[in-house]
């Protein structure tokens, strides 16, 4: 094909799912301004590729891309996010505890948008990006296993335990009860 059919293919195909793309993205780097360079990059590299691109979805397979593009620059950017993926089925244990200096407000609310945000932000990779691709991409569970490159049960099994960590995460009681400091405390004892 010469460059400019190329070209059309890719316009077609795949920038159809550039939202799609920018979504998994955000939620792998957790950062828009990195989330837009590595969508970029993986862009330039679907473009490179989009001859290779036959009977399957577009869509997968740019998600795929940008998957490979995602852990490219975070194993560069953020290579202590990387250890994260050795042995998914116990990174949950490295969820980072609520913080502590959250008012009261948002400590008693119910999960909003926010709160939900950011228990997604705090699972681990290989959980985040199975319940984004799910979830909000919903995407079928073969789909999924072909952008992770891991078996169907596997995605089942990460997706269970996403969900797990989220229902957790979002159930009133996981929160920490915050308590006024009393005036006494917030002076300091200068005795």
């Known amino acids: 094909m010469s460059d400019d059919e190329n070209r059309r293919r890719f316009e077609a195909l795949a920038m159809p799912h550039l939202d799609a793309a920018y979504n998994l993205a955000r939620w792998l780097t957790r950062n828009d301004h990195d989330a837009q360079d590595v969508v970029q990059e993986a862009l330039m590299r679907a473009l490179r590729y989009i001859g290779g691109l036959r009977g399957e979805g577009a869509r997968a397979w740019l998600l795929q891309i940008v998957r490979h593009t995602c852990y490219s620059w975070l194993r560069e950017n953020r290579p202590a996010e990387q250890a994260l993926q050795g042995d998914p089925e116990d990174a949950w244990q490295e969820i980072a505890a609520p913080s ?92």
């Open 100 to 191: 502590a200096d959250e008012p009261l407000s948002v400590a008693l609310r119910k999960a909003d948008s926010a709160q939900l945000n950011a228990a997604i932000a705090a699972l681990p990779i290989p959980f985040r990006e199975v319940l984004v691709l799910r979830e909000l991409e919903d995407l079928s569970y073969a789909d999924i296993a072909r952008i992770a490159e891991i078996p169907i049960g596997t995605v089942m099994s990460r997706l269970a335990r996403a969900r797990g960590l989220m229902r957790t995460a979002l159930t009133p009681g996981a929160r920490p009860v915050l308590r006024p400091v009393p005036r006494s405390a917030q002076s300091g004892s200068s005795s």
